[in-house]
């Protein structure tokens, strides 16, 4: 017994240990955010020290990063919506009703699930180009209509947790089949939309590669693309600013993941099984 | 069952539509330019058609090859490392005898830098790392650890042994979670069985344990491999964006980036995509087989 507490005292410690390697660079960047540019180049400190307000300033001098959290937000909100509507229609779709290509559908589903993203890159650019559509959110919001995943997702959820009796019942009672999805189908599928619906969220907030393709006016800018921007700008002589450039961007989201870690948690638990 | 509802049409109608438009026809289009010399400026008709010389000269690249390997040096470290640390805290958290308490907050803590920002956190190391200022150097220097300060970011080695260490810091996490889901799935009768006949504990973790999880290893295998093969935002943002230190964090898609963005060769980027698409396939294709393979082999043990 007394080995076993000795064990896991032992094993608590690095338990510990881990968690504050883990937490050491966001540590250091809080401090750093606080520090002046000569107190960063002259050493390191632990504590912070009072300069958060110039840095603040500093930093806001060149760029404005409240209106990348605000472009950040639109589209990923947007894309959320669209990805959520639209799946769970495919998905109803293809569980209640019999028609010619479904497993045509389902063929190219389970293809598309191993190309990588980038291998449209280079068409998605012309297309967007053609379209008139560079330097818009549209070809970073659009494309999420259509998300394979998701509707495999939701599909394998509505067919072990729909009964078809209550869409029979609807029927007999004059119910559309557009209210029912609505009314009936929408409400079942919630908690699978909650789980898909934070990925696919924190999936278009890191989104990095298409905006930088895509976006060129600096007003349009995501928050990845402004963190970029700040890399070898004017700003990067201040340490301090870059620091709290950096801090600002994911302090919010490290305040989000409180109240959503569970959440969270059990939907990477889901994804695994379930994939 | 239902008979042929045209109804269906109408509801998939918004998917087929956008996915023939923004999924299926950018990857044809890609296809094309890929056996064209296209710039990616002054319109596709003054390009020409040259057959298969980009793919000729995607074999034939130097550049490719050492991104390619690049790309699988850095995935390597980082998932022996991601994959180690996992196991050993899944193991730890799911033994029924030392009943370690604080999961939920562990994993939460363990999984937070999975959801920053890739770009932020590579801002981040850019600077934390930096030769002179950084804070790494400046508190080695001050705990007597170094002498010099160590120029981490201008030395191939380092630089891409500290892409692999974020790697494994943003995603051990994911994967403790998602091995904790999958040994805690697994009856503890086997074990309670394999207890009574005086087995040991590398006896249940190799014979029990290992062979169980084989779906869920397979998944985080899998989705490491297709993730890791597209590394991108951290060796981008990391260094100069064109793969420095001497070319060391150049990886296939930051190359991909790279020809048909900064340098405009269209053609030989949409390229570089179909190769990095084969090469997906054919690590995937691998992963499965093997997997497959061994379970198969296991379950000959079983009936013996």
């Known amino acids: 017994m007394d080995k076993l507490k000795a064990a896991r005292g032992i094993i608590y410690f690095f338990l510990g240990l881990l968690v504050i390697i883990c937490f050491v660079p966001f540590y250091m960047m809080i401090i750093n955010a606080t520090r002046s540019n000569s107190e960063i180049l002259r050493g390191f400190s632990l504590m912070p020290s009072t300069n958060l307000i110039d840095n603040y300033f500093v930093l806001d001098s060149y760029i404005n990063i409240w209106i990348g959290f605000r472009n950040s937000l639109v589209i990923a909100v947007a894309v959320t919506v669209l990805n959520s509507y639209f799946s769970a229609l495919t998905a109803f779709a293809l569980v209640v009703y019999q028609f010619k290509g479904k497993n045509a559908i ?48 939701f599909r394998q959820f509505l067919v072990t947790t729909m009964p078809m009796s209550i869409l029979e019942s609807g029927r007999i009672d004059g119910a559309g089949e557009t209210y029912m999805f609505h009314r009936l189908v929408l409400p079942i599928l919630m908690p699978a939309i909650a789980t898909m619906g934070i990925f696919t969220f924190i999936g278009s907030w890191n989104n990095f590669l298409f905006p930088l393709v895509i976006i060129r006016s600096p007003r349009l800018y995501t928050l990845p693309i402004m963190i970029r921007q700040l890399q070898g700008s004017p700003v990067a002589q201040n340490l301090g600013a870059i620091y709290l450039g950096v801090a600002i961007s994911v302090v919010p989201i490290m305040i989000a993941f409180i109240f959503l870690s569970k959440y969270i948690i059990s939907s990477i638990t889901a994804g695994a099984v379930k994939g | 069952m239902q008979k042929n509802d045209n109804r269906a049409y109408l509801f998939i109608a918004p998917f087929v539509i956008v996915f023939l438009t923004f999924n299926i026809y950018p990857i044809l289009l890609t296809f094309y330019y890929s056996v064209t010399n296209y710039t990616g400026m002054g319109g596709i008709e003054n390009a020409d058609f040259i057959g298969l010389d980009n793919y000729r000269r995607l074999i034939q690249d130097d550049f490719f090859f050492t991104a390619f390997f690049n790309t699988i040096r850095i995935w390597g470290m980082n998932f022996a490392l991601q994959l180690g640390i996992a196991m050993l805290l899944a193991l730890l958290f799911t ?68 892409v692999a260490l974020i790697g494994a810091w943003m995603w051990f996490g994911n994967t403790f979670i998602i091995l904790m889901a999958g040994i805690s799935g697994i009856p503890t009768d086997f074990y309670e069985a394999a207890f009574i006949d005086g087995a040991n504990w590398w006896d249940s973790f190799t014979k029990i344990t290992i062979p169980q999880l084989k779906p869920i290893l397979l998944y985080v295998f899998i989705t490491s491999i297709i993730g890791g093969l597209q590394i991108f935002d951290l060796p981008m943002l990391l260094t100069d964006g064109r793969g420095a230190p001497r070319g060391a964090l150049n990886t296939m898609v930051l190359y991909l980036y790279n020809q048909g963005f900064s340098f405009a060769n269209f053609g030989y980027s949409a390229a570089i995509a179909y190769g990095l698409f084969l090469i997906t396939v054919v690590f995937s294709a691998i992963t499965f087989k093997s997997m497959y393979r061994g379970q198969v082999k296991v379950k000959k043990g079983g009936t013996k």
């Open chain 1, 106 to 153: 389902f063929i190219v589903f389970i293809v598309m699930m191993m190309v990588p993203g980038q291998l449209g890159l280079i068409g998605l650019y012309d297309l967007s180009s053609t379209l008139g559509m560079l330097d818009t959110y549209w070809p970073l919001i659009i494309p999420a209509i259509a998300a394979p995943f998701t509707v495999f997702f």
């Open chain 2, 95 to 162: 033994d029924i005898r030392l009943k370690l308490k604080g999961v939920n907050t562990f994993r939460a803590l363990f999984f937070l830098p999975n959801i920053i920002t890739i770009a932020s956190v590579a801002l981040l190391f850019s600077i934390l790392l930096d030769w002179n200022f950084g804070s790494l150097n400046q508190m080695l220097l001050s705990l007597g650890v170094i002498s010099r300060p160590i120029n981490w970011l201008n030395n191939p080695t380092y630089a891409q042994s500290w």
